[in-house]
């Protein structure tokens, strides 16, 4: 990948800096670079959407080249209408023609989605918690104790038909803390993978852009 223009790494770190100046309060330079950050993203997703689902999947699955030995899939033609039929939102007349594809849309992505999240959160999980509580070693013994203890009170925490005093209100305590242990974790995870963005920016700044502005000037 070739590297790029000393011109457009320092529009790079002047946008940057735009961004950075929501630090300080709502401004017109943040405004724009928003704005021109937006506008290039809509504008690069739609240009990947038309030569991938347009030009690489619809025409030459409907059209293949000649002697590529592929066959024209037909079934592509629905799609095409389906999403022809979306357009039809812009025009006041016949925009209910566009709840059509929409509902196929969201029923098709839901359905798949609740397969996925099934495996994924629901099925997954139960299995690597059915795990062998003795293991191998101490080390894995001791986590295989703390999940199935941490499965079981958090469980309990959710069990409402039985009020939560002695033991069974000591286990229900004990699943709150998992619970609070757990969602830190997430909640850390997700600002470190900010974090690991800002960084990449500040990193951007000082090395690259700054590397770049003193040759230029």
């Given at each position: 990948?070739?590297?790029?223009?000393?011109?457009?790494?320092?529009?790079?770190?002047?946008?940057?800096?735009?961004?950075?100046?929501?630090?300080?309060?709502?401004?017109?330079?943040?405004?724009?670079?928003?704005?021109?950050?937006?506008?290039?993203?809509?504008?690069?997703?739609?240009?990947?959407?038309?030569?991938?689902?347009?030009?690489?999947?619809?025409?030459?699955g409907v059209f293949?080249?000649?002697?590529?030995?592929?066959?024209?899939?037909?079934?592509?033609?629905?799609?095409?209408?389906?999403?022809?039929?979306?357009?039809?939102?812009?025009?006041?007349?016949?925009?209910?023609?566009?709840?059509?594809?929409?509902?196929?849309?969201?029923?098709?992505?839901?359905?798949?989605?609740?397969?996925?999240?099934?495996?994924s959160n629901a099925?997954?999980?139960?299995?690597?918690?059915?795990?062998?509580?003795?293991?191998?070693?101490?080390?894995?013994?001791?986590?295989?104790?703390?999940?199935?203890?941490?499965?079981?009170?958090?469980?309990?925490?959710?069990?409402?038909?039985?009020?939560?005093?002695?033991?069974?209100?000591?286990?229900?305590?004990?699943?709150?803390?998992?619970?609070?242990?757990?969602?830190?974790?997430?909640?850390?995870?997700?600002?470190?993978?900010?974090?690991?963005l800002l960084i990449?920016?500040?990193?951007?700044?000082?090395?690259?852009?700054?590397?770049?502005?003193?040759?230029?000037?």
């Amino acid at each position: 990948m070739p590297d790029a223009s000393p011109i457009g790494i320092f529009i790079a770190g002047l946008l940057t800096l735009g961004i950075f100046s929501f630090l300080y309060k709502d401004n017109p330079v943040y405004k724009v670079c928003e704005a021109i950050f937006i506008g290039v993203s809509a504008a690069y997703w739609a240009v990947e959407y038309f030569y991938s689902a347009l030009y690489r999947k619809f025409w030459l699955g409907v059209f293949p080249p000649a002697g590529s030995g592929v066959e024209a899939d037909l079934l592509l033609w629905g799609g095409a209408i389906l999403g022809a039929l979306m357009l039809c939102r812009m025009i006041p007349k016949i925009n209910w023609l566009s709840r059509w594809p929409l509902a196929f849309i969201v029923g098709a992505t839901a359905g798949l989605y609740m397969m996925l999240f099934f495996v994924s959160n629901a099925m997954k999980q139960i299995e690597s918690t059915m795990q062998p509580l003795i293991q191998d070693s101490l080390l894995e013994t001791l986590g295989s104790f703390t999940i199935a203890i941490g499965t079981i009170t958090g469980l309990i925490y959710f069990f409402f038909s039985k009020e939560h005093k002695g033991i069974f209100g000591g286990a229900a305590k004990v699943g709150i803390w998992v619970l609070m242990v757990t969602f830190g974790a997430s909640f850390g995870y997700t600002v470190m993978s900010r974090m690991s963005l800002l960084i990449g920016r500040m990193d951007f700044l000082f090395n690259s852009w700054a590397t770049n502005f003193g040759q230029m000037f």
